[in-house]
């Protein structure tokens, strides 16, 4: 079949070409239609002038609908007053099917509506706007980590153990036994960091959390990082060269979609590295000093990450949280134990949390008192152990959220919208 793309277009003026897509709109005027065309790429406007095309095909217009898909042949023309600057003049358009009832018309429909229909909500120029950020984002990823030496290697989805707590644990039945999906590749990621020395993984990770806020998923992507002979301070460093490095690509790659999605990046534009770093402590008194009271050894919610982020136009690196709130792998400043070596790094603008992580215990001793003080199975973790038996060395990580992450590139409300087919506690479907 022969397919050209919309995206090619710039390449092709003057030239007969065939696209393939779907009807985005149309409108007529006497003896001229036009037919905005989308198939993935972008969009383009075709004209269908009577007299230049066979009556049948002029007389198409009525008969394509919203999504109606369809193949045209046409002569490229350049138009700086045409979406996308091109135009395409018709020749010829094969009718492949018509639409008839498309549940999505131009009026507002409510989010509950659009998240059923959100198989066919993909469609829209936002949603396909946030799609195509996303993949720009994930390119960035893999770009900056493949430059800087390390080595993807995937972990499993099915455990046998937790990462982050049993209570947001998905069970599954597994030949007799019962098995977990995966709340993080951490664990599996400190092995292979003793194998090839910076690694990382990218793959989906599950929380079981009852929670219907704007910042959380039950499934959702995660990329993590992890270093052999690392340091708290490095993992900083690390985490940051990312963001700064993934921000200054999307700006340049995703002019288009912002300006779809009408994103202002001025705040984009201010991320560029020397991240202000606060300790938990000085997050505190912070909170404190804003009127919210909030005593010393709590977590974070999502009001109390907004108040600390607004006193900073980057991205603020919080480290040193309390080790009684963090996981029981993460190591004790050496001059507090009450510390844990861990950061997270808060967004500007309300965004909260994009990437936490930090110092892990690499001691055997010690990590076998901490899984005992936590009731956890010696025996489940004993290859977890094992690392620190067989050439044991200082090394930290941290997971990035994707869906996050892209909230806050595309500016929006709820992280439902970052995903094709959302998971949240309520919705299953589609």
């Given at each position: 079949m022969d397919h050209t793309y919309i995206s090619d277009l710039p390449e092709l003026v003057g030239k007969e070409v065939t696209l393939h897509g779907w009807v985005y709109n149309k409108r007529s005027s006497g003896k001229i239609w036009f037919l905005i065309l989308r198939d993935g790429t972008g969009l383009t406007q075709c004209v269908v002038v009577k007299g230049n095309v066979p009556d049948e095909i002029f007389e198409l217009e009525p008969d394509l609908t919203q999504e109606s898909s369809v193949s045209v042949v046409g002569i490229v023309r350049e138009d700086k007053r045409s979406i996308g600057?091109?135009?395409l003049e018709i020749q010829h358009i094969d009718v492949h099917q018509i639409v008839k009832d498309y549940p999505i018309s131009?009026?507002?429909h409510g989010t509950a509506y659009l998240m059923d229909h959100r198989h066919l909500w993909l469609r829209s120029r936002n949603q396909h706007a946030i799609l195509r950020v996303r993949h720009e984002i994930i390119r960035a990823i893999h770009d900056f980590l493949d430059q800087n030496g390390f080595i993807q290697v995937d972990t499993p989805i099915f455990t046998s153990n937790a990462c982050e707590?049993?209570?947001?644990?998905?069970?599954?039945?597994?030949?007799?036994?019962?098995?977990?999906?995966?709340?993080?590749?951490?664990?599996?990621?400190?092995a292979n960091a003793m194998s090839v020395g910076k690694t990382y993984c990218f793959g989906p990770t599950f929380r079981a959390e009852k929670s219907k806020t704007r910042r959380h998923l039950t499934e959702f992507w995660m990329m993590e990082p992890e270093i052999a002979y690392c340091d708290l301070n490095e993992d900083i460093?690390?985490?940051?060269?990312?963001?700064?490095?993934?921000?200054?690509r999307i700006l340049e790659k995703c002019r288009e979609q912002f300006e779809v999605l009408e994103r202002n990046t001025s705040s984009l534009e201010k991320v560029?590295?020397?991240?202000?770093?606060?300790?938990?402590?000085?997050?505190?008194?912070?909170?404190?000093?804003?009127?919210?009271?909030?005593?010393?050894?709590?977590?974070?919610?999502?009001?109390?990450?907004t108040i600390i982020s607004a006193q900073f136009d980057q991205p603020v690196v919080v480290h040193r949280f309390p080790a009684a709130i963090k996981a029981f792998y993460m190591k004790r400043d050496p001059e507090d134990e009450k510390l844990s070596l861990g950061?997270?790094?808060?967004?500007?603008?309300?965004?909260?949390?994009?990437?936490?992580?930090?110092?892990?215990?690499?001691?055997?001793?010690?990590?076998?008192?901490?899984?005992?003080?936590?009731?956890?199975?010696e025996e489940a973790f004993k290859w977890y152990l094992d690392l620190?038996?067989?050439?044991?060395?200082?090394?930290?990580?941290?997971?990035?959220?994707?869906?996050r992450f892209v909230t806050w590139m595309c500016g929006l409300s709820h992280l439902r919208e970052t995903i094709a087919f959302p998971r949240m506690i309520y919705r299953l479907e589609p």
């Open positions: 600057g091109f135009e131009k009026k507002e707590g049993t209570s947001t644990l998905f069970k599954t039945e597994y030949f007799g036994r019962t098995a977990y999906l995966s709340q993080s590749g951490q664990l599996y990621n400190e460093e690390w985490a940051e060269k990312l963001i700064v490095y993934v921000i200054q560029k590295g020397n991240f202000p770093r606060i300790s938990y402590t000085e997050a505190v008194d912070i909170l404190n000093n804003a009127g919210e009271e909030f005593e010393w050894g709590g977590d974070f919610g999502g009001r109390h990450e950061m997270d790094f808060l967004a500007p603008d309300g965004y909260g949390e994009i990437v936490g992580g930090g110092q892990r215990e690499d001691d055997y001793d010690t990590l076998l008192r901490r899984l005992k003080e936590e009731d956890l199975s620190r038996k067989y050439g044991s060395v200082p090394h930290a990580g941290f997971g990035l959220g994707l869906e």
